[in-house]
């Protein structure tokens, strides 16, 4: 088989990758990347590298890991400094909302131009919260809500442990549920909180569904309000990070993409 020829068939098999994850390729390079320049960036240098390494690609079973993975690797090379390891994980408990505190105001709950104007200020607020979180957590958490991609998978880009990507991937959620009821209008919380044991319980099988993209099955009538707005404000923040993937990709970014990838 000619150089060309080689050529113009990873060229092809690029153009193909570029079209299944290119969107959210940008929407996690949005989230890892300080400012719009970086993040277009870094989604240029990925599939360049890519292209480079194609030999490796056509004997990948699956794609989406090695791309990201490569990602990965050009994020930080690009980045000035490198996070480290974090100082110091909060425990769950830590994590769960006191039985004094107002529970916020969901978009779900209302209705009409509030509920929109809500929703619109719930991204804001998850995009504010993911930008401010440490590497280790954010990136482990765009690969799963943005990405989309499993434990095991990320855990293989990352190299870390199976048990250490979930942990800050569970984590990372609970920090941007915690900026959302910190954020969003509040409203005091109805009935009587049920016993921290069992909302401790309820969180780590609602986690658990996350992870699985399963639907968390429950009665509302066996939960407290605070159980209840606490599923909900995760649940707000995971379909704000998948809504990454619908964002307008900016004029003449796929053009300088493919135009690298050209034989």
């Avoid at 989230?31 to 004997?59: G, H, I, P």
């Avoid at 769950?92 to 509030?114: K, Q």
């Avoid at 954010?138 to 095991?152: G, M």
Wanted: hydrophobic letters at 45%; glycine letters at 4%; one cysteine or more.
């Amino acid at each position: 088989m000619s150089a060309s020829t080689t050529a113009s068939q990873a060229g092809a098999a690029i153009t193909e990758l570029l079209e299944r994850e290119g969107p959210r390729l940008y929407g996690l390079a949005r989230r890892m990347c300080s400012n719009q320049q970086d993040a277009e960036d870094l989604v240029q240098v990925t599939f360049l590298n890519a292209y480079k390494a194609w030999d490796q690609l056509a004997a990948a079973a699956d794609p989406r890991p090695w791309l990201y993975t490569i990602a990965r690797h050009a994020c930080q090379r690009m980045r000035r400094r490198r996070a480290g390891e974090p100082a110091r994980v909060e425990s769950f408990d830590e994590l769960l909302p006191e039985p004094s505190d107002a529970v916020p105001e969901l978009p779900s709950h209302v209705s009409g131009p509030y509920s929109d104007r809500l929703r619109a200020e719930a991204r804001e607020i998850v995009d504010r919260a993911l930008a401010a979180l440490p590497d280790a957590f954010r990136l482990p958490l765009v690969l799963a809500d943005i990405a989309e991609l499993d434990t095991a998978t990320i855990a293989g880009v990352l190299a870390l442990k199976e048990a250490t990507v979930k942990t800050r991937v569970h984590r990372a959620r609970m920090k941007l549920r915690a900026a959302l009821a910190e954020g969003l209008p509040a409203r005091a919380a109805e009935g009587d909180p049920s016993a921290r044991q069992v909302c401790l319980d309820l969180l780590h099988a609602k986690l658990e569904a996350l992870d699985r993209r399963q639907e968390f099955s429950y009665s509302d009538a066996a939960l407290c309000d605070r159980c209840l707005t606490m599923f909900a404000t995760l649940d707000l923040a995971r379909s704000a990070c998948a809504a990454a993937v619908n964002e307008s990709v900016p004029a003449g970014l796929w053009q300088r993409v493919l135009a690298s990838s050209r034989p």
